[in-house]
């Protein structure tokens, strides 16, 4: 991020007591919003975990069940998850002999833990970068507070997926690598590159994207190396070499296992998320999210964040980041330079791939979390800047900075208390509860929570399983399930439309079309269905 080098001595600020609060005080709402719907039993289940952690969750009861990366009641194998986390919950499930209420809060503790410990660590890193400017010193923790506690991140962070573990392992590997760059020896025969390389190994195993930022380090550790000192040319060669090839190695056991089984080195997920992909899709997506990163607490309607005017507003906020980053390129002190130059290639790669072709255009903020580990340091440096010309004023800019933090994380974490009592597929798992015995075959779309719940469950848009996305990318999806053991099928009211298929309505009955609980349901003809329980 670019120094701010023009603030007069006599205008820096050191945290006085207020803002020595306040920063306290949204610390605090960021884990207490997190952590006190937890508090009641009934939330366990609703409040944070969102359809696709149910299949990371489902995926990880299995394990400890013995059933291996399995769903559909374990008679499916799968990869289309991220190992480390769902290893991790794995361990819940196992210490809980399975039983779901406890698997599912061994799943949150562990997430806030993870977290907190990326933001100890984002604090480390930004010590770093930031140390030896003359910025005022609420400028790092500033930005850690609102990384930690803002809503453009949170709800990523606590949602069952593996999030709050990339960002912890991917904050980790730069700090290593940020350490030895700027206090170790070059060479390939230091110890340097080879922590670094096993460091982006652990992250590659929490997401396999990672392999962008793994392009993206190495890419430029090698011109930064030969910007420092030309003389450098096979050091720098063979440091990025090294780095790459011991995180392939360190990630190797699980590539590997994707090729031999599934035929291809990703999860099915991703191949699935993307089918529907069309070039440039999420472009239109794309600089309101960063800009939401580089606010660090805002969040921009998802209504209005794909209109032509804010998203011009937006590609103008991410050019300026850019561009002031530049023309105060040589102004920075090398170790803000080392950091604002990794998060510019980052930034490159990673909107160019998911900007240009993956698809998912509704994940693409999970997807670009890696960039808010850059971008949150916008805000915190814009006001300091601003705090330096406004003379005895801008003594109060922080200060007011983070009351309106506070408010409006506030209003966040009000508004997700108040929507947590269903993350929208609930009430598919309380008509199949009410209506269909355990034993009975149930297929949808969206299988995360209703797979969890019920385990006799078919998935039928490929994230989990191989068999469907195979149909899915043939467009024969209507016959598969015509011809398979599904007796009902139960997902949300936009399902109706599938009497449109002649396989479906040959098949099957629409018995269920409920748009105000956002419910279709079909059976299969001759199918009866159980008579919901009374109660008392």
């Known amino acids: 991020m670019p120094e701010i080098p023009t603030i007069p001595r006599d205008h820096q600020h050191t945290t006085g007591w207020v803002t020595h609060i306040l920063l306290t005080g949204l610390f605090l709402l960021g884990f207490l919003g997190r952590i006190i719907p937890l508090l009641d039993p009934n939330r366990v289940f609703t409040q944070w975990a969102t359809e696709d952690g149910y299949l990371t969750l489902t995926i990880a ?40 209420w406890w698997g599912v809060l061994f799943a949150h503790i562990y997430q806030l ?32 507070a609102f990384w930690y506690t803002g809503g453009p991140l949170t709800g990523h962070a606590i949602n069952g997926l593996e999030t709050s573990t990339y960002l912890a392992t991917l904050i980790l590997s730069i700090l290593v690598w940020h350490r030895w760059v700027i206090d170790g020896r070059p060479g390939w025969a230091t110890p340097g590159p080879w922590l670094v390389g096993l460091s982006l190994g652990l992250v590659a195993w929490a997401r396999i994207d990672a392999v962008l930022f ?56 991703g ?18 999210k960063l800009s939401e990163y580089a606010t660090g607490v805002l969040l921009i309607p998802s209504s209005l964040e794909t ?9 103008v906020v991410v050019a300026a980041i850019l561009l002031i980053t530049l023309i105060n390129w040589h102004r920075l002190t090398p170790a803000a330079r080392l950091f604002a ?98 034993d009975t075959w149930v297929g949808a779309v969206q299988t995360g929570t209703l797979g969890f719940f019920h385990e006799q469950t078919r998935n039928l848009d490929g994230k989990v399983d191989p068999v469907a996305l195979q149909h899915v990318l043939d467009g024969t999806i209507p016959q598969y399930i015509a011809d ?53």
Not at 83 to 98: H, S
Not at 222 to 229: F, I, M, N
Not at 248 to 269: E, G, M, Q, Y
Request: hydrophobic share 50%; charged share 10%.
């Open 307 to 315: 209109r032509p005017a804010v998203m011009a507003l937006c590609w």
């Open 271 to 288: 191949v699935a998320q993307s089918a529907s992909a069309s070039f440039a899709s999420n472009l239109t997506t794309v600089p309101a």
């Open 61 to 100: 009861r299995n394990i400890a069940l013995g059933r291996g990366m399995t769903v559909s009641a374990g008679t499916v194998e799968t990869n289309g998850t991220q190992p480390l986390a769902t290893f991790t919950y794995a361990v819940g499930f196992l210490l809980a002999e399975g039983d779901r």
């Open 341 to 438: 130059g990794l998060g510019i290639a980052a930034s490159a790669i990673y909107v160019s791939y998911y900007g240009l072709f993956f698809g998912a255009e509704h994940f693409i903020a999970r997807y670009l979390a890696p960039l808010s580990i850059f971008l949150v340091l916008v805000t915190p440096l814009l006001l300091a800047w601003m705090s330096a010309r406004l003379g005895q004023l801008g003594r109060f800019l922080p200060i007011v900075a983070l009351l309106l933090a506070i408010v409006i994380s506030s209003g966040f974490y009000w508004r997700s208390y108040q929507q947590g009592t269903n993350n929208g597929h609930f009430q598919s798992v309380d008509w199949v509860k009410a209506n269909v015995s355990q």
């Open 113 to 144: 833990a993870i977290f907190l410990l990326a933001a100890w660590l984002l604090y480390q890193l930004t010590s770093r970068v930031l140390a030896g400017s003359n910025l005022p010193r609420w400028v790092g923790p500033m930005a850690v």
């Open 214 to 269: 793994i392009l993206a380090l190495t890419i430029w550790h090698g011109l930064y190396r030969l910007g420092t000192r030309r003389a450098y040319l096979v050091t720098a060669f063979s440091e990025s070499m090294i780095m790459g090839c011991t995180a392939a190695a360190v990630v190797s056991p699980w590539l590997i296992s994707n090729k031999i089984r599934f035929d291809r080195f990703t999860p099915i997920s």
């Open 484 to 536: 398979s053991d599904i007796d009902v099928l139960a997902d949300w009211a936009s399902l109706s439309v599938w009497t449109r298929h002649q396989p479906i309505a040959d098949n099957f009955d629409l018995i269920v079309n409920d748009t105000n609980l956002n419910l279709a349901v079909f059976t299969r003809k001759g199918f009866v269905v159980l008579t919901p329980p009374t109660t008392p």
